[in-house]
Nanobody, 119 residues
Framework: QVQLVESGGGLVQPGGSLRLSCAAS????????MYWYRQAPGKERELVAR???????NYAPSVKGRFTISRDNAKNTVYLQMNSLKPEDTAVYYC?????????????WGQGTQVTVSS
């Protein structure tokens, strides 16, 4: 089973940037869809962005134009570049994948990486 480890979170001021990484223990070449989700305190986990194996991307309306998801299959890593961060982006960010749109999650949800946007 592929394991995923998120990193890159931290404390940043509003308007700042962070780049999150999701490192896989095995190849993600055959994983058609990779996702970033986030969960803020007291809220449900929500989809942030998705990237397909061919490079097509989808974003939540709240982050579109500010966040960019990318994948490097050679490094087995998925990234989330977050710019113009807002306090409402504060959450724990998680990554996961699906081999197809209807398949189960690639792995159980990990520890995630905390992003805190505050002055």
């Amino acid at each position: 089973q592929v394991q995923l480890v998120e990193s890159g979170g931290g404390l940043v001021q509003p308007g700042g940037s962070l780049r999150l990484s999701c490192a896989a223990s095995g190849s993600i070449f055959s994983i058609n869809f990779m996702y970033w989700y986030r969960q803020a305190p007291g809220k449900e986990r929500e989809l942030v962005a998705r990237i397909a194996s061919g490079g097509n991307t989808n974003y939540a309306p709240s982050v579109k134009g500010r966040f960019t998801i990318s994948r490097d299959n050679a490094k087995n890593t998925v990234y989330l570049q977050m710019n113009s961060l807002k306090p409402e982006d504060t959450a724990v960010y998680y990554c996961n994948g699906r081999r197809s749109a209807s398949s189960d999650w690639l792995t159980s949800w990990g520890q995630g990486t905390q992003v805190t946007v505050s002055s």
